[in-house]
Structures are given as C-alpha cells and as structure tokens.
C-alpha cells in the first residue's frame, strides 16, 4: 500500500474486555514499531520488530500487553483485561530494510477508549 | 539503551521570532538522530534526519539542526516561525539496526 495502515481508526470498549489492533506496515519494510502516545503525552515505545522477531519487548507496560507479527507484514497488538489507563492513542510505525536506522513511516494510529 | 531528553515541554514564541528546540540524546555508539513533527490531528511527519556528514542538516520548512556530538545534542531550529508551526515536536535518536526511540516532545505555541 502507499502507507502505513491501521485498524480500527477508533475502538471503545468496556474495561475489562480484550481488544487488538492491527497494522499494516509498508510492503517490504521489515522493521514494525508500536508506540502508544496518552493525552498530553510523548511517544511511549512499546515493541519493535525486525522481521517477524521483537528483539525488544522492554517497552510493554505489563503482561496484559502483548504483540505478534506473522510473515513480516502485518502486525498485532493485543491488549487482555483493559483498563482505563490504557485509553490513548496506539500508533504504528514502518521502516526500510537497511544496515542502518532509517526514516520512520507513521500510520494514522487507533484511538482506544476503555470506560 | 538509548534515550532522548526534550528539556522543555511547552515553548511560547511570536510569530516571526527565531525558535530554538532542545535535544540531548544518550548512545554509546554513532547515534541516527531525527525531528518529527505532529500538527494537531495530523499523524507524525519526518522534519530532518542526521545519518553523517555534515553536522548542520536542512529539513523541511525551513528547520534546520546541528549534531553537536560534544553536548549530545541535536537541536532544532528555525530563523522565523509562522503561525503554521505550532505543533507538538519530537526528537528521536536510532541505533543501526532499526531501534528507534523518542523524547516527550515539545509543544510550540505561536503567538500572533
């Protein structure tokens, strides 16, 4: 696709429910970010994946978070039991195969509300 | 592993007035550093990028950052703002193999 994906636009769900969010990266990029970004708030990273392996799951706030990808494509992140301090914005991003960093692509991002 | 402080959380300038961003970046190798921007509703856009070279790099809009690897830092700034630039700004520093982080951010108001 021309850029990077993601559904739902808006989720709202009740606490305590389980919800997952899905990304569509741009088509051969192999490095996926999740970040999660709270009212008034910066990026919060919570998991990055090179190919379909997340060498860095450090930024996941608790054991209710959880993420996947599969064929290096498509990605994503499920959230078990939520709560209301989960509501925010979760945004994707993408970047190119290269030896070294490179330009993140954002997508539009899921705004979860948990009541 | 690597981080990325934005000192000021909230900066005020007038419109026409020269506008300096801070960033202070913590790597132990040859850091890649960034600027984002994200204007109210919009999704983050790439001001300006740092891979080598020249430290003083030109992104779009007319910001421009220096890599000064002796503070590191990798400020943002621009000669003149318009009231168009208000807007939240992140800093981002990246090892190279794609792990990218960012600061809290910054957010501009311009006043008219």
């Known amino acids: 696709g021309a850029g990077v994906s993601q559904s739902p636009s808006n989720k709202v769900t009740e606490k305590g429910k389980d919800v997952e969010l899905r990304c569509d990266p741009i088509s051969g990029h192999t490095a996926l970010y999740w970040y999660r970004q709270s009212l008034g708030q910066g990026l919060e990273f919570l998991i990055y994946f090179q190919g379909n392996s997340a060498p860095d799951k450090s930024g996941l706030p608790s054991d209710r978070f959880s993420a996947e990808r599969t064929g290096g494509s498509v990605s994503t992140l499920t959230i078990q039991r939520t709560q209301q301090e989960d509501s925010a914005v979760y945004l994707c991003?993408?970047?190119?195969?290269?030896?070294?960093?490179?330009?993140?692509?954002f997508g539009p991002g899921t705004r979860l509300t948990v009541l | 592993a690597q981080s990325v402080t934005q000192p000021d959380i909230h900066i005020t300038v007038s419109e026409g007035a020269s506008l300096e961003l801070r960033c202070n970046y913590s790597?132990?190798?040859?850091?890649?550093l960034f600027w984002y921007v994200q204007s109210p509703g919009q999704g983050l856009q790439l001001l300006l990028k740092?891979?080598?070279?020249?430290?003083l790099v030109q992104g779009i809009k007319g910001f421009e950052a220096e890599f000064k690897r002796s503070q590191s830092s990798f400020n943002l700034r621009k000669p003149s703002v318009h009231w168009s630039d208000a807007a939240e700004y992140f800093c981002a520093v990246a090892t190279n193999n794609n792990d990218m982080r960012f600061g809290a951010g910054t957010r501009l108001t311009v006043k008219p």
């Open positions: 740092y891979f080598s070279g020249d430290t």
């Open positions: 790597y132990g190798a040859t850091p890649y």
């Open positions: 991003a993408s970047s190119s195969p290269s030896l070294r960093a490179d330009t993140q692509y």
